[in-house]
């Protein structure tokens, strides 16, 4: 399988979805101008990889800000993930003195069935 890199620009994260380690990493901002066509190919990469996943599979949310109809791209990702089979994590990066963003991944994690690990950091 592919796997799908895309070039993070200052409306859209740096995507780098990678079958053969199974990490899967969206880190930048998140304000496209269509955020469901922006998502579309990292959803069907995501649906595919489900097929063959590996036994380990990280997602790795390192956003320093997304928009709300990126917040619902973000969920819409989430659930895919919960239907890969084998050791699912998704890793949410957060400012140490960004209470929003933290407070975000706390509410995906009520929402969603895969184990949330929240990661505290300096700075992106």
């Known amino acids: 399988m592919e796997n ?3 070039a993070g ?15 899967l990493l969206l880190k930048g901002r998140s304000i496209p101008e269509n955020s469901i066509e922006f998502y579309k190919p990292i959803l069907a990469w995501i649906e595919q990889y489900g097929t063959n996943a590996n036994a380990q599979t990280t997602l790795q949310i390192q ?10 791209c973000l969920l819409d990702v989430f659930k895919r993930m919960e239907t890969i089979s084998g050791n699912v994590v998704i890793e949410w990066y957060y400012e140490n003195d960004d209470e929003d963003m933290l407070e975000a991944g706390e509410d995906y994690e009520a929402i969603i069935r895969v184990p949330f690990k929240k990661i505290g950091v300096d700075q992106f």
């Open 4 to 6: 799908l890199i895309l």
């Open 63 to 72: 956003l320093e800000y997304f928009n709300t109809s990126s917040s619902k």
């Open 9 to 23: 620009t200052p409306k859209t994260p740096t995507v780098e979805l990678n079958a053969g380690n199974g990490t």
